[in-house]
């Protein structure tokens, strides 16, 4: 019997009649045609990282660790190539090591490519938010077993879609990001109150590259985060490794980790927890390579869902989002996470055609999440939001089809490089339809 596959969140779960670990593009797609001539389907699972159920494979799962590491380097069109199975924190230390990097990624980095790329993994700021934006080709395996590449030159139709692909429209093998010279930020972190943080959000977001907000439910705490970029690497003052550890790993992990436990048990510790949090806030300043300031470790497992709203009504979206969870009467022990990013061109991107302010909202894996998302996803709905692909949402195909000016156009994508649906699982039925 095949192994369990589960996700990190421990939310989701399957049991696949076929496990394999294909070490090239070739055993891909001798999968793909073995499965669609069996009438059964293929999933190449990821690290797990997204909350939904995206990557769960019904029949044979594909895992990504013969698919590895950087395959070639192109200083002169400034492009790195990488196999579609590797962790993002393996490929920025292979960037590090070229005198290269990303422009913009997350805050964690436990993904692997082809995950974070397909369920749009974004950051905050910058040109270009999103890793998929940063994608300039990609070869993958579809649903007839061809294998395809796609660039600016070849099958562009392609590329435009297949960024943001949701695992619907093939096997990603490998992918080219537009890559940049290897710099370092500083980053800025401080406490601030709610109505000072939102009264200068935009002198912030105007100030600097990167800014991400943390707001603790139940109070008027917040957590700024400011990143600015640095015109070399000279004298950098990363954060030292004790003060590091006890700021990261000790409170931000295991005190937290373990008052979230203990506020599961008696919830109306919960505020007074919270206002504890911000209290030990630290205000501090560092500078690094770009990818230690972006990236942090997180040892506590949680729940999460995520919506892109407009711009220009994202703080609004906020506001309202904090009196319907006051409203609701629920205990949320974990923040709130505020983040802006530009508009991109990628149809099913959650910042196709405008400029969006996400909102994360967290709980911790034991708790009960449902109440609580529940209520500010109707906050979200009201403010055309669109939600994460990879996290908690209930929405379904035909109100997101509202949502996406072309997802239309991605279903015609799905029908040609997929027509037997051999990468379609429940919760893709649920979101493109069947």
């Not at 190539?81 to 590797?86: E, N, V």
């Not at 990603?172 to 710099?183: D, G, K, N, R, Y």
């Not at 949680?302 to 609004?316: H, I, K, N, Q, S």
């Not at 709130?336 to 991107?349: F, G, N, W, Y």
């Amino acid at each position: 019997m095949s192994e369990r596959w589960q996700n990190w969140a421990r939310l989701e779960s399957a049991r696949p009649t076929r496990t394999v670990t294909p070490p090239d593009v070739e055993a891909v797609a001798a999968e793909v045609v073995r499965a669609r001539a069996a009438g059964e389907s293929v999933k190449m699972v990821g690290s797990g990282h997204s909350f939904t159920a995206i990557a769960a494979p019904e029949h044979t799962l594909l895992r990504p660790e013969g698919l590895q590491g950087v395959v070639a380097v192109d200083r002169e069109a400034m492009t790195v190539t990488a196999r579609a199975g590797t962790r993002l924190d393996d490929f920025n230390r292979s960037l590090e090591h070229l005198g290269l990097s990303l422009h913009n990624m997350g805050d964690i980095a436990e993904q692997t490519l082809a995950g974070a790329v397909s369920t749009g993994t974004h950051g905050t700021g910058g040109v270009a938010a999103g890793l998929a934006a940063q994608v300039v080709g990609l070869e993958l395996v579809t649903g007839t077993g061809e294998v395809l590449r796609a660039s600016a030159t070849e099958h562009p139709e392609v590329l435009e879609m297949a960024r943001v692909g949701l695992g619907a429209l093939g096997v990603l093998t490998s992918l080219t990001f537009a890559v940049e010279p290897l710099f370092a930020l500083e980053a800025r972190e401080r406490p601030m109150g709610w109505d000072e943080a939102l009264a200068r959000y935009d002198e912030l977001t105007a100030e600097h590259h990167h800014v991400d907000l943390y707001w603790w439910p139940h109070t008027d705490g917040l957590l700024v985060k400011t990143n600015t970029r640095l015109a070399d690497l000279d004298d950098l003052r990363p954060v030292p490794r004790l003060q590091g550890w006890v700021d990261d790993e000790l409170l931000a992990n295991r005190v937290l980790g373990a008052g979230l436990a203990a506020a599961n048990l008696v919830p109306r510790a919960t505020a007074p927890f919270n206002r504890t949090v911000t209290r030990l806030v630290p205000d501090r300043t560092y500078s690094d390579v770009a990818h230690r300031v972006f990236t942090s470790h997180r040892g506590v497992v949680f729940r999460e869902m995520e919506y892109a709203v407009p711009r220009a009504a994202g703080l609004t979206a906020l506001r309202e989002a904090r009196a319907a969870l006051e409203a609701s009467g629920v205990q949320v022990g974990m923040p709130v996470e505020v983040r802006c990013a530009p508009a991109d061109d990628i149809p099913l991107s959650t910042g196709a055609g405008r400029d969006s302010l996400y909102l994360a909202f967290h709980t911790h894996h034991r708790a009960d999440h449902a109440r609580y998302f529940a209520a500010v996803e109707s906050v979200m709905r009201a403010h055309e939001g669109r939600p994460h692909w990879g996290k908690l949402h209930t929405r379904q195909a035909d109100g997101l089809a509202a949502l996406y000016p072309r997802f239309g156009d991605f279903l015609a994508m799905r029908d040609r490089l997929d027509p037997d649906r051999v990468f379609a699982n429940p919760y893709l039925r649920r979101v493109l339809g069947p």
